[in-house]
């Protein structure tokens, strides 16, 4: 990575990111026209507890909007609850981008669903995306989203 790439890295806008990231959730809702059954705690607000309990970095969640992306674009979804498929892609993005992350049982204590549906939601995530992704398009994706501080 260079010195360009890193500077551009390190002038993301949070509040932009985490305002992007609610909306793609809501852009797959209403693509799907799902009626939304989540009434105990509104999307916005569950985003920001889950990014804040597991003690997420900007990285991790631009990784993570990638992921929902190419897993929302895929065929034959077997999990359909938008927030189950956020909580997974994030799972991986920690897992990939980090030699230390979370445990699946740390996760249990983060975000409530037993270990057992975590470990579904994850393998089932995994089996339709591919992890991989170039630096040259995770620049674009933070330029893209006009992420940036200016």
Known sequence: MNQQQL???????ESKLLSYTEKIINRYIEEKKKEIN????????FIEKVLRRSKCRFNIVILTNIYFER???TKDMEIEDER???IGVL???????NDYHHKNKTWVEIIGLEIKE???IERIILNKIN???TLEFFIEDIEKYQLLQY
Do not use: C, S
Request: aromatic share 18%; no cysteine; charged share 15%.
């Open 7 to 13: 500077k551009i890295i390190k002038q993301i806008n």
């Open 118 to 120: 975590i470990n579904r």
């Open 84 to 86: 189950k498929i956020f």
């Open 91 to 97: 799972i991986l993005a920690f897992k990939y981008w």
């Open 71 to 73: 897993y929302i674009n």
């Open 131 to 133: 992890l991989f992704v």
């Open 38 to 45: 989540h009434t105990t705690i509104p999307l916005n607000v």
